[in-house]
C-alpha cells in the first residue's frame, strides 16, 4: 500500500486524523494533512483507506494493496 496527500486540495476537515493517527496528522498552522507513513503496515491498511474515503476534499490517494509481513523462517 503507497499513500499520497496533495496539501494544496486539503481542505483541513482533520478526517484523516481523526481516522488513522498513526497515519495522518495535520499541520498545526494551516491545519493541512501531514503524511507520516506513505507505506503504511498491513495493521493500518484499512484505517489508512477508510480515511481516503473519509476524506472531503479527495486529497488522499492509495495505491496497491498492503504489504504483508514476512511469514517466520
Given at each position: 500500500m503507497e499513500i499520497s496527500?496533495?496539501?494544496k486540495r486539503c481542505c483541513g476537515a482533520g478526517m484523516?486524523?481523526?481516522t488513522a493517527p498513526e497515519v495522518f496528522d495535520q499541520d498545526r498552522?494551516?491545519?493541512r494533512v501531514l503524511l507520516l507513513d506513505p507505506a503504511p503496515?498491513?495493521?493500518l491498511a484499512e484505517?489508512?483507506?477508510q480515511a481516503a474515503e473519509l476524506c472531503p476534499a479527495g486529497a488522499i490517494?492509495?495505491?496497491g494493496a498492503p504489504v504483508s509481513p514476512s511469514a517466520p523462517e
Amino acid at each position: 500500500m503507497e499513500i499520497s496527500v496533495d496539501r494544496k486540495r486539503c481542505c483541513g476537515a482533520g478526517m484523516c486524523a481523526l481516522t488513522a493517527p498513526e497515519v495522518f496528522d495535520q499541520d498545526r498552522k494551516v491545519g493541512r494533512v501531514l503524511l507520516l507513513d506513505p507505506a503504511p503496515p498491513p495493521h493500518l491498511a484499512e484505517a489508512a483507506g477508510q480515511a481516503a474515503e473519509l476524506c472531503p476534499a479527495g486529497a488522499i490517494t492509495v495505491s496497491g494493496a498492503p504489504v504483508s509481513p514476512s511469514a517466520p523462517e
